[in-house]
């Protein structure tokens, strides 16, 4: 089987800055350079997930891992899960601190009888496990975090990636991470991976770490991004997934699933791939970073300004 890849860096209300479509371009591609050739030297698509996953965690640009936004008390929590679409099963840490790559956490916990641990579960997991402390935060996401302080919070979710110019804008915006795998077995996998939307209340629970933010069957796998409210709301990666393994195509479950997002005002994206290698999609919000492999090409939908709402390989 032809093994598919596709990512994500979240969704938004703009790529504001000069050269930013380039550089979160170059930071996608350097990515899916890496780890489709993963799937290709017949790796699961488990473990091309979470690689992926890892890379684009560690990328300070995106708000996940190194560079996740800080909430409201200054803190950064991040949020990650993992299912395999194989043996349909998902797993997940919610609101970690002082760890690299939540992702990894999520993957240990696939092995768990409890497979999606909270703050405090998480953090005495990693002790248990000899996951090393670190510090996450970057430069930019403290000034990021004082600047909306003294202006009082007035923006609703943090930048889409930390970017200089974004710091000016008063576009709000979110900046998530997503892989989805299809590998040569022909098995699906999807991780999501966030620091949250930025500046939220102590305790809040990201979509990212549900099966409505990340699911997978072994007929679909979906990673989501944006407004975790909204995405709960929809149960947006589950209904997709759903939809395909009910008989639907991806194409067709993409198009109603963000139709009917768009008709409640939701500020959401998805990806997904299936089991015949399909790749798929999908936004509400103004852009969606996303970009994929389909062993042929490499392809983006930085500069995806048409009004359609899903798009597909
Ligand atoms: N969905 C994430 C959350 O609400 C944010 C994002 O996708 O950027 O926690």
Redesign the pocket.
């Known amino acids: 089987m032809q093994p598919k890849l596709i990512i994500h860096g979240?969704?938004?209300s703009s790529l504001i800055g000069k050269g930013g479509v380039e550089i979160v371009r170059q930071s996608l591609t350097k990515v899916l350079e890496e780890v489709y050739p993963l799937l290709l030297a017949g790796e699961s698509a488990q473990a091309a997930v979470v690689r992926g996953c890892q890379l684009l965690e560690d990328d300070p640009r995106f708000?996940s891992g190194t560079g996740s936004v800080l909430q409201s008390d200054g803190q950064i929590r991040m949020?990650a899960s993992l299912m395999d679409g194989t043996n349909q099963r998902f797993s997940g840490t919610i609101n970690v601190s002082r760890l690299k790559n939540p992702i990894a956490l999520a993957q240990a916990l696939q092995n768990f009888p409890d497979r999606v641990l909270s703050d405090y579960g998480s953090a005495e997991l990693a002790r248990e496990l000899q996951v090393p402390i670190y510090n996450p935060l970057t430069d930019m996401r403290l000034q990021e975090w004082w600047q909306e302080r003294q202006e009082n919070f007035v923006k609703e979710?943090a930048g889409v990636v930390a970017e200089a110019d974004l710091f000016t804008s008063t576009e709000a915006g979110?900046?998530?991470i997503g892989v989805v795998a299809l590998d040569s077995q022909g098995s699906l996998a999807a991780g999501t991976s966030?620091g949250?939307?930025g500046f939220e209340r102590i305790g809040r629970v990201?979509?990212?770490a549900t099966p409505a933010?990340n699911y997978a069957t072994s007929q679909a796998a979906v990673s989501?991004?944006?407004?975790?409210?909204d995405?709960i709301d929809e149960c947006l990666a589950a209904r997709i997934v759903v939809r395909v393994t009910d008989g639907m195509s991806l194409a067709a479950a993409f198009d109603r699933s963000l139709v009917e997002a768009q008709s409640r005002q939701r500020d959401l994206g998805a990806i997904g791939i299936d089991r015949t290698g399909a790749i798929c999609w999908g936004k509400t919000s103004q852009v969606l970073l996303a970009a994929y492999h389909t062993g042929e090409t490499i392809g983006d939908t930085l500069e995806w300004s048409d009004n359609a709402l899903t798009g597909s390989v």
């Open positions: 979240g969704a938004g708000n949020s979710a979110r900046g998530t966030t949250g939307k990201s979509d990212s933010g989501c991004t944006g407004i975790g409210e995405i």
